[in-house]
T-cell receptor, first 109, second 113 residues
Framework: KNEVEQSPQNLTAQEGEFITINCSYS?????LHWLQQHPGGGIVSLFM???GKKKHGRLIATINIQEKHSSLHITASHPRDSAVYIC???????????FGTGTSLTVIP | NAGVMQNPRHLVRRRGQEARLRCSPM?????VYWYRQLPEEGLKFMVY????????ESGMPKERFSAEFPKEGPSILRIQQVVRGDSAAYFC???????????FGQGTRLTVV
């Protein structure tokens, strides 16, 4: 079993829809990260959070430490949001990342 | 402040050759992590280094792979006698002392032919 589980694996949405990607983890963490990877591109760190909620433009990330769960929300989705979104956690020692397998999002105009 | 720089972006090697992947961390960062993303798979941790020290190499294959982060210059991931199964995207990330936030490079896509 992976330390980090994401759902769904694949997601197709119409432009303008509200999108939620979920992440559950089974290890103790010092931080959780949401990453974005475009096809053929590098990885961009969207959020790092250890509690509560963060917002950046149309993106919102929340984390519930007790339930070991995080969600990434995209409001008013746009085709340029199409990418793979990866949840990753930093272990308590702070020296290793555990990655989810990613959620492939396609937003259709 | 330039981000994490990886080069080359694309690397083609014949079976049996050596591949050298370079990662220059963000200015001021002393921690470097290497990850591999095999086709159709997620990212997997390979090795964590600080300057002149390997801290955790639990994700490194036992043979042919090595990594270093010298006092001066970039971190190097070296793959000797490459095989087709080494074809993957290799990502580097860096962080500062005491930071848990890491910044990723654009990756090096290795193709073994």
């Amino acid at each position: 079993k992976n330390e980090v589980e994401q759902s769904p694996q694949n997601l197709t949405a119409q432009e303008g829809e509200f999108i939620t990607i979920n992440c559950s983890y089974s290890v103790g963490i010092s931080a959780l990260h949401w990453l974005q990877q475009h096809p053929g591109g590098g990885i961009v760190s969207l959020f790092m959070l250890s509690s509560g909620k963060k917002k950046h433009g149309r993106l919102i990330a929340t984390i519930n430490i007790q339930e070991k769960h995080s969600s990434l929300h995209i409001t008013a989705s746009h085709p340029r949001d199409s990418a793979v979104y990866i949840c990753a956690v930093t272990g308590v020692a702070g020296n290793q990342f555990y990655f989810g397998t990613g959620t492939s999002l396609t937003v259709i105009p | 402040n330039a981000g994490v720089m990886q080069n080359p972006r694309h690397l083609v090697r014949r079976r049996g050759q050596e591949a050298r992947l370079r990662c220059s961390p963000m200015k001021g960062h002393s921690h470097v992590y290497w990850y591999r993303q095999l086709p159709e798979e997620g990212l997997k941790f390979m090795v964590y280094l600080q300057k002149e020290n390997i801290i955790d190499e639990s994700g490194m294959p036992k043979e042919r792979f090595s990594a270093e982060f010298p006092k001066e210059g970039p971190s190097i991931l070296r793959i000797q006698q490459v095989v087709r199964g080494d074809s993957a995207a290799y990502f580097c990330a860096s962080s500062g002392q005491g930071d848990t936030e890491a910044f990723f490079g654009q990756g090096t896509r290795l193709t073994v032919v």
